[in-house]
């Protein structure tokens, strides 16, 4: 039975009690011990899982919270003769509590209805038959087959057919993708209109929607700054306001000549008014909502804490390749020295034969025939230099300057705009292949958004000055840092933290493959085209999963928009808890009436925190 469920049959219970007791009392004129025993029964119905929630409580030494001042408020009226209004005090509260157990609960179902990318079955292929089976028992090569408007049940690559997906759930984006043998599936991806058959890649565990699920799931166990507060607030107030209610019970009377009773109630009355419900429930709601509203939108934040941080930042710092440009490289000139442009592609495509970098995946696709890997051999990748490798027997380098200039090569070196793969054969300069990247085409649009709002955009890239300041002169950039070692990134990083004032946030934005480390090292690491990338959803803070950093304006706006939400539910009720306050001292309210206006001020709240949910997608 759910926590919504419990609530409604203790408030269900109680208030049949209550309502019997005010009858009975009143047709009999019952008063005195009796009247209080009726009372009491309705009393202890409603209130006995806040006495027990308080008793846990006060075993982990945290018995200083909102409960405290209901139990004291209406254990005080109870005692003072007050009995319908203590058991009504209650009964309100309660309500309250099962406004917002029903607020969060509404609110994780509707992140769950957004992004619930979990398949229900699959389709498992055994020789010429098929068998429904749950995604949690495929294993790994396994033939699933996919029919139209059925969602994919794990990742997956094809092996036959050809078709187009739906990816909006994973990556909010509404083109569908199309894919044919050899492609990969991602879990929780819809297949729109071919039949697929594909060899399972991961365990249901181990793919895209169930990460994706988990992270969403978990975000808001990461708590954020105003979260705390929150807490922090409620520790600290909680003994203020008890003591205000003591003096208002001790001075008075000592001032004034009104009942000894009169002022106990006003005591009790403060108590109850200045419980924080409001406060304390639509503070997380708003988070729930954000963090909900950019998952739908494409953007996974893991924790309310780095919402809160998104806000924060001044300065993002860039990687170039496969970040602010597509990292997808073809083949511009082939500049050879002493032998033929179809030699020296061919000795290149073989020494860089065995890389997976996306310089070496151009240089084979240009090279364009079979690759006889027997003609490699000893192999040596060296990281921020290139490759080192035996081919027909010659010993062969294959990378940039810093390879040439490590080896003593004479070399030309290329003032023209790309990437340049530098070749030495036996010790002597070979020429060299210039590559060439294409800028992001939404790249340029996060860049006038940033600009237009003063933050900083620094750009960070292994690759030659002359490549990087290409990009960045086209894109605006004017802080620029090229030829980067990895190692050099982590410490250019450190630099830009320690020249940070206090207050400002660093980001790192990066392809969450090659780039773990520094984004583990910034403030908040963004990484682009997480989708299926394990790297990027262990080592990143924000997760894009498109290969848009346009997206990062959203992931703003809606950090932004929960923070103000947020700004505007503490101010809202911490203002009305003061009114109420004193109100309740000069006598202008009942404890009835503060637990109503208290509910009124938690549904404002509450309302001001959903619509976070909805929040809108906008350009610049």
Not at 117 to 129: D, F, H, M, Q, S
Not at 268 to 286: D, E, H, R
Not at 465 to 476: F, P
Not at 574 to 579: E, L, S, W
Request: aromatic share 8%.
């Amino acid at each position: 039975m759910n926590q919504v469920k419990k609530k409604e049959i203790e408030i269900g219970a109680g208030l049949l009690l209550y309502v019997t007791a005010w009858a009975v009392t009143s047709h009999w004129h019952i008063e005195g011990v009796w009247e209080t025993v009726l009372f009491l029964l309705a009393y202890a119905v409603l209130s006995a899982t806040t006495y027990l929630e308080q008793i846990r409580k006060i075993k982990q030494r945290q018995f200083l919270n909102e409960n405290l001042l209901m139990i004291i408020a209406t254990a005080g009226a109870f005692l003072v003769g007050r009995h319908k209004e203590a058991v009504a005090a209650m009964l309100f509260y309660q309500v309250g509590r099962l406004v917002e157990e029903f607020s969060l609960s509404r609110t994780k179902k509707s992140i769950a209805k957004f992004i619930d990318i979990r398949p229900e079955y699959a389709n498992l292929k055994v020789g010429n038959t098929e068998k429904i089976v749950p995604p949690q028992e495929l294993l790994l090569g396994q033939i699933i087959l996919l029919r139209p408007g059925e969602k994919i049940p794990v990742d997956a690559v094809v092996t036959s057919g050809a078709s187009s997906v739906d990816l909006k759930a994973l990556t909010g984006e509404s083109e569908p993708k199309a894919v044919r043998t050899g492609d990969r599936l991602y879990s929780g991806s819809i297949n729109l209109n071919g039949v697929l058959e594909a060899r399972v890649v991961k365990l249901y565990n181990e793919s895209t929607a169930a990460k994706i699920m988990h992270l969403v799931e978990s975000a808001n166990e990461k708590k954020s700054e105003s979260v705390h507060f929150a807490d922090k607030f409620t520790k600290y107030y909680t003994p203020i306001v008890i003591l205000i209610a003591l003096l208002t019970v001790i001075l008075p009377p000592m001032m004034f000549v009104e009942a000894k009773d009169e002022w106990i109630y006003r005591g009790l009355i403060i108590l109850v008014a200045a419980y924080p419900c409001g406060l304390m429930v639509s503070i997380p709601l708003a988070f729930l909502g954000g963090i909900g509203s950019a998952a739908k939108q494409g953007v996974l934040i893991k924790g309310g804490i780095f919402l809160e941080k998104l806000t924060q930042v001044d300065t993002f710092v860039f990687d170039k390749t496969g970040t602010l440009t597509e990292g997808v490289f073809h083949v511009k000139e082939i500049m050879p020295h002493e032998m033929e442009k179809d030699e020296l592609l061919e000795i290149a495509a073989l020494t860089e034969s065995y890389s997976k970098h996306p310089v070496a995946v151009s240089l084979q696709k240009a090279y364009g025939k079979e690759v006889y890997r027997a003609r490699v051999t000893d192999i040596e990748e060296q990281p921020g230099y290139g490759v080192r490798a035996l081919v027909d027997g010659r010993e062969v380098y294959a990378g940039n300057t810093r390879l040439m200039n490590r080896q003593g090569v004479f070399y030309q070196p290329v003032t023209e705009s790309g990437t340049a793969v530098y070749v030495a054969v036996d010790g002597k300069y070979a020429g060299y292949i210039l590559i060439a990247d294409k800028i992001r085409s939404d790249a340029g649009r996060l860049m006038k958004w940033m600009r237009r709002r003063n933050l900083s955009a620094v750009m960070l890239t292994g690759d030659n000055e002359q490549a990087a300041e290409d990009v960045a002169g086209e894109l605006g950039i004017d802080s620029v840092y090229a030829e980067l070692m990895p190692e050099d990134k982590v410490s250019l990083l450190e630099e830009f933290r320690e020249d940070q004032m206090e207050g400002e946030m660093l980001a790192f934005v990066g392809d969450g493959i090659n780039d773990a480390p520094v984004l583990a090292l910034a403030d908040i690491g963004i990484a682009m085209g997480g989708l299926g990338a394990d790297a990027a959803l262990e080592a990143a803070d924000v997760i894009l999963m498109e290969d848009e950093p346009s997206r990062i304006i959203n992931a703003v706006r809606i950090a932004k928009a929960t923070l103000r939400s947020v700004k505007q539910n503490m101010v809202f009720a911490i203002g009305m808890k003061a009114i109420l306050v004193v109100m309740g001292f000069f006598g202008f309210v009942t404890m009835q009436n503060a637990i109503i206006a208290d509910m009124v001020v938690m549904l404002i709240n509450i309302l001001n925190s959903f619509w976070m949910l909805q929040y809108p997608e906008h350009g610049v």
